[in-house]
């Protein structure tokens, strides 16, 4: 009886060394794995409904700066990285948008809370809605790094290739950031509760 080894999907690593090699299948495995976090990447820096071109630019821009790629980070991170720089385009591109935009947390809660279920729901629109509003009033750099560490949950290694910042000023606009935050969504609380 043959045993037949359950397939190992391939690690970026291997895949990044066959896309310089002219394999456009490994690259296109690299596009296919990392586009949901690129394209959550994009919205949570507030590119918004260029989301998708932002996206797919920074893939394009990735594959043409595949060689300078060195392997000191993730690819995960350096592809982030270029999707914020990609997003930092667009913002100065186009005049300021108000805010960061967050489709996910932009969906209106039900007004009528006929039942527990529909009260929760209520209630956790309110806090995205809050959360929202606060994260609109800090300013662009403070709101990149709080989505980088909490929306999109990277590590603070991840975040200093992401956002191109030395590891001391991700840790301490974090800290900033957060206390900020607090204050703006207590004030939030008060205004609104």
């Known amino acids: 009886m ?4 359950p397939e190992v999907p391939l690690d970026d690593h291997v ?11 490994a690259y296109d495995l690299l596009v296919a794995r990392h586009t949901a976090s690129a394209y959550r990447t994009a919205v949570l820096l507030g590119a918004g409904s260029d989301s998708e071109d932002i996206v797919q630019e920074a893939f394009v ?3 043409r700066k595949l060689a300078r790629y060195r392997g000191e ?3 995960r991170s350096w592809l982030l ?34 039942e527990d279920g529909a009260v929760g729901a209520v209630l956790d629109g309110e806090r995205r809605t ?15 790094v709080i989505v980088c560490r909490f929306f999109l ?19 301490s606009r974090t800290s900033r950031a957060l206390a900020k935050l607090r204050v703006l969504l207590d004030r939030e609380e008060v205004r609104h509760g």
């Open 61 to 63: 821009k990735a594959y």
């Open 153 to 171: 949950d990277l590590s603070e290694e991840e975040t200093v290739q992401a956002l191109g910042w030395p590891r001391g000023t991700v840790k």
């Open 15 to 25: 895949l990044v060394t066959r896309a310089r090699a002219g394999d456009l299948e």
């Open 2 to 5: 043959r045993v037949i080894e």
């Open 81 to 114: 990285a270029i999707v914020a720089n990609e997003t930092r385009n667009l913002h100065r591109s186009r005049s300021r948008r108000d805010g960061l935009i967050l489709r996910a947390a932009a969906a209106s809660p039900t007004s009528e809370a006929a």
């Open 73 to 75: 980070s993730s690819f």
């Open 130 to 144: 809050a959360l929202v509003r606060a994260l609109r009033q800090l300013p662009v750099r403070d709101r990149e």
